[in-house]
Nanobody, 123 residues
């Protein structure tokens, strides 16, 4: 089973960009479906974007056209490029992996989670 470590969060202004990274250790990262979830204070955790082991991608409507998800299996790393950030993007962002290779908006489908990285957007 892989272990996941997120990085790249921080405090930026509305309209700025950030790139989050999720580094995986362990075997068979390429077989995992991977995703970014986020959780804002007082709200439920929600899918931001996911990518299956075969490359199928899934995005939340709220981030389509602004965020781009990619993975580099050679580096065992998942990326989330976030552009045109808005105050409503403020949340803790979590990387998650599904050992069966699929991608879903349901957090319970994911077997492994990182500890999260905080993203704060000032308006």
């Amino acid at each position: 089973q892989v272990q996941l470590v997120e990085s790249g969060g921080g405090l930026v202004q509305a309209g700025d960009s950030l790139r989050l990274s999720c580094a995986a250790s362990g075997r068979n990262f390429n077989l995992y479906g991977m995703a970014w979830f986020r959780q804002a204070p007082g709200k439920e955790r929600e899918l931001v974007a996911g990518i299956s082991s075969s490359g199928y991608t899934l995005y939340a409507d709220s981030v389509k056209g602004r965020f781009a998800l990619s993975r580099d299996n050679g580096k065992n790393t998942l990326y989330l490029q976030m552009n045109s950030l808005k105050s409503e993007d403020t949340a803790d962002y979590y990387c998650a992996g599904n050992k069966f290779g699929g991608v879903s908006a349901t957090s319970a489908q994911y077997d492994v989670w990182g500890q999260g990285t905080q993203v704060t957007i000032s308006s």
